[in-house]
């Protein structure tokens, strides 16, 4: 191409980028940025820094949509990069848009005829902020709701801050940004949106096999903090981390814009990302499965299947049967385990070879007592149906619209299980206590407790009538808040306490668990231990 026609090119391109009216798919040079028009029905034209690799303008339908003060971009941006451009041709015509640093390689892809960004992130070290996220930053008067949970993350028009910058109070309720999150095993959607031309910006994450955490994993999705509403993409960060990071690439995700309601994941086909030559994607023929029958899962609970090594993880629901086939994973050897919803009840090792199914069936190990005294909760991993768990994960332990905390005391038999507190906050609600009647005295038996998380070092310790058991080690330290954030899951950690003959009577008997702790912290940023189920057996 002539020098004459680039200059007619670049001039029609950023005129079309200016006025945002349906243009010819294609990209030009503009100043300091690459502009890439999808030639998509609904118009998306965006602006990529060639310098940062930010994007600072996103026309969607000729509606500017990205905030001007920040830009759209990998953690809080990259401050500098290598950005290049190119067009590929395949099973339909792209661009790609490149931007390296020593570090870390981001991929921006636009289809032909498709109102999306499609996005993979390849890292070889964690950044040094300490998070790998996307972030779009974008217009709160353009796109100022929050799909799927509402007002939870809204911290527009804030009166006062809760804890550390980032749990607020808005109308006498609170809000952070943690209350969007989803389990990684749920995510499906989530957006922003708004607009008298109603318009829905989403991102879609078909798979989070290079991130750490689990199935059971959540971070933040979205929040309109008043001068921005944000959208995010959570790949690696220290939100009640529980597994070191993973390198490698992250994504394909996607930054979807529609006017036709909420997209979904269902028929999503991201195999053409095998002809884009991006570092580190593993195409579907060379990867494997696993497939077999998970068995052993308590009554009225879920399967869910596990599996992960240092370079991914994978997961997938059992069916009513306990069958179950894997997505298609990355070949190596993995652990494989078993949950009953989010309970640990079994681990093996499985080997997945390229091209080929591997079956490998995977049984509970935990066996439930023959004779118990109580059982209060079920062994399910999380705090279901104890005081305040219905609340917890959209809004902090100090709203008002929280049932009060206690100290508790729950009888054995008449209680409703929303009178036994969800977590024991050291300088709260400590302790709780439990009443019940034996018709004679048992001799020796024993305690479990079940717990999903501890901070700062809290956990439980039993006192049974007058015989107090013996104080636990503390468990490994998760360096991060949890359940005033929304999160209830850590490590799991379960405590056994044998409880000698002679200690339980005939007639009425009082067990009081407490959080022990040798650090402090003054109301729910004091140590505290979240519950999940409380077992006297023989």
Same mark, same amino acid.
């Given at each position: 191409?002539?020098?004459?026609?680039?200059?007619?090119?670049?001039?029609?391109?950023?005129?079309?980028?200016?006025?945002?009216?349906?243009?010819?798919?294609?990209?030009?040079?503009?100043?300091?940025?690459?502009?890439?028009?999808?030639?998509?029905?609904?118009?998306?034209?965006?602006?990529?820094?060639?310098?940062?690799?930010?994007?600072?303008?996103?026309?969607?339908?000729?509606?500017?949509?990205?905030?001007?003060?920040?830009?759209?971009?990998?953690?809080?941006?990259?401050?500098?990069?290598?950005?290049?451009?190119?067009?590929?041709?395949?099973?339909?015509?792209?661009?790609?848009?490149?931007?390296?640093?020593?570090?870390?390689?981001?991929?921006?892809?636009?289809?032909?005829?498709?109102?999306?960004?499609?996005?993979?992130?390849?890292?070889?070290?964690?950044?040094?902020?300490?998070?790998?996220?996307?972030?779009?930053?974008?217009?709160?008067?353009?796109?100022?709701?929050?799909?799927?949970?509402?007002?939870?993350?809204?911290?527009?028009?804030?009166?006062?801050?809760?804890?550390?910058?980032?749990?607020?109070?808005?109308?006498?309720?609170?809000?952070?940004?943690?209350?969007?999150?989803?389990?990684?095993?749920?995510?499906?959607?989530?957006?922003?949106?708004?607009?008298?031309?109603?318009?829905?910006?989403?991102?879609?994450?078909?798979?989070?096999?290079?991130?750490?955490?689990?199935?059971?994993?959540?971070?933040?999705? +979205?929040? /309109? @903090? *008043?001068?921005? =509403? %944000?959208?995010?993409?959570?790949?690696?960060?220290?939100?009640? &981390?529980?597994?070191?990071?993973?390198?490698?690439?992250?994504?394909?995700?996607?930054?979807?814009?529609?006017?036709?309601?909420?997209?979904?994941?269902?028929?999503?086909?991201?195999?053409?990302?095998?002809?884009?030559?991006?570092?580190?994607?593993?195409?579907?023929?060379?990867?494997?499965?696993?497939?077999?029958?998970?068995?052993?899962?308590?009554?009225?609970?879920?399967?869910?299947?596990?599996?992960?090594?240092?370079?991914?993880?994978?997961?997938?629901?059992?069916?009513?049967?306990?069958?179950?086939?894997?997505?298609?994973?990355?070949?190596?050897?993995?652990?494989?385990?078993?949950?009953?919803?989010?309970?640990?009840?079994?681990?093996?090792?499985? +080997?997945? /070879? @390229? *091209?080929?199914? =591997? %079956?490998?069936?995977?049984?509970?190990?935990?066996?439930?007592? &023959?004779?118990?005294?109580?059982?209060?909760?079920?062994?399910?991993?999380?705090?279901?149906?104890?005081?305040?768990?219905?609340?917890?994960?959209?809004?902090?332990?100090?709203?008002?619209?929280?049932?009060?905390?206690?100290?508790?005391?729950?009888?054995?038999?008449?209680?409703?299980?929303?009178?036994?507190?969800?977590?024991?906050?050291?300088?709260?609600?400590?302790?709780?206590?439990?009443?019940?009647?034996?018709?004679?005295?048992?001799?020796?038996?024993?305690?479990?407790?079940?717990?999903?998380?501890?901070?700062?070092?809290?956990?439980?310790?039993?006192?049974?009538?007058?015989?107090?058991?013996?104080?636990?080690?503390?468990?490994?330290?998760?360096?991060?808040?949890?359940?005033?954030?929304?999160?209830?899951?850590?490590?799991?950690?379960?405590?056994?306490?044998?409880?000698?003959?002679?200690?339980?009577?005939?007639?009425?008997?009082?067990?009081?668990?407490?959080?022990?702790?040798?650090?402090?912290?003054?109301?729910?940023?004091?140590?505290?231990?979240?519950?999940?189920?409380?077992?006297?057996?023989?």
């Amino acid at each position: 191409m002539g020098l004459k026609s680039s200059l007619q090119l670049a001039f029609f391109s950023a005129a079309v980028y200016a006025s945002g009216a349906l243009a010819a798919f294609g990209y030009a040079t503009s100043g300091n940025n690459y502009v890439i028009d999808a030639g998509s029905a609904n118009p998306l034209i965006f602006s990529v820094s060639r310098s940062n690799c930010d994007i600072n303008s996103i026309k969607y339908r000729g509606t500017e949509l990205q905030y001007s003060s920040q830009g759209t971009h990998i953690g809080s941006g990259l401050g500098s990069a290598t950005v290049s451009v190119s067009q590929m041709n395949g099973r339909s015509r792209y661009i790609k848009v490149t931007c390296v640093t020593p570090t870390l390689t981001h991929y921006m892809v636009v289809r032909e005829g498709d109102s999306t960004i499609f996005m993979a992130t390849y890292i070889t070290q964690q950044p040094a902020i300490g998070e790998l996220r996307f972030i779009a930053r974008l217009l709160p008067d353009k796109l100022p709701n929050e799909y799927p949970y509402g007002v939870v993350s809204n911290t527009n028009g804030a009166s006062s801050t809760v804890e550390g910058s980032d749990v607020f109070v808005v109308n006498g309720q609170t809000r952070s940004k943690f209350y969007s999150s989803s389990r990684f095993i749920d995510e499906q959607t989530h957006c922003v949106y708004g607009g008298s031309d109603l318009m829905h910006v989403c991102v879609l994450t078909p798979q989070q096999e290079s991130s750490s955490g689990g199935p059971f994993f959540r971070d933040i999705n +979205t929040n /309109n @903090a *008043g001068a921005s =509403t %944000n959208l995010y993409n959570y790949m690696n960060s220290g939100h009640v &981390q529980t597994e070191p990071y993973r390198m490698g690439l992250h994504g394909p995700y996607l930054m979807q814009f529609s006017r036709s309601g909420i997209p979904t994941q269902k028929g999503i086909d991201l195999s053409w990302f095998s002809e884009l030559g991006i570092t580190g994607y593993v195409p579907d023929s060379a990867r494997g499965t696993v497939s077999g029958t998970a068995s052993g899962i308590a009554a009225g609970q879920e399967g869910v299947v596990h599996w992960y090594n240092n370079a991914a993880q994978y997961w997938r629901r059992a069916d009513a049967n306990g069958r179950f086939t894997s997505p298609r994973m990355k070949p190596g050897t993995y652990t494989m385990v078993l949950y009953q919803t989010e309970f640990k009840i079994a681990t093996t090792t499985v +080997t997945v /070879n @390229a *091209g080929g199914n =591997t %079956n490998m069936n995977i049984a509970s190990t935990f066996s439930p007592p &023959q004779n118990t005294i109580f059982k209060i909760g079920e062994y399910d991993g999380q705090p279901s149906g104890f005081r305040n768990a219905d609340k917890i994960l959209r809004m902090h332990p100090s709203d008002s619209r929280m049932s009060p905390w206690g100290p508790l005391t729950y009888t054995v038999g008449s209680s409703p299980l929303s009178d036994f507190p969800m977590a024991l906050f050291q300088s709260v609600n400590n302790p709780v206590t439990i009443r019940f009647n034996l018709p004679n005295a048992p001799g020796a038996a024993t305690l479990r407790i079940a717990t999903t998380l501890s901070f700062a070092g809290s956990r439980p310790q039993a006192k049974v009538n007058n015989w107090t058991g013996p104080a636990p080690s503390a468990p490994p330290k998760i360096d991060s808040r949890g359940v005033t954030r929304g999160a209830y899951r850590g490590n799991g950690e379960v405590y056994t306490v044998s409880i000698p003959a002679g200690v339980l009577v005939a007639g009425s008997n009082t067990i009081t668990i407490s959080s022990i702790s040798g650090s402090s912290g003054a109301t729910f940023l004091g140590p505290n231990v979240i519950l999940d189920c409380v077992e006297l057996f023989q």
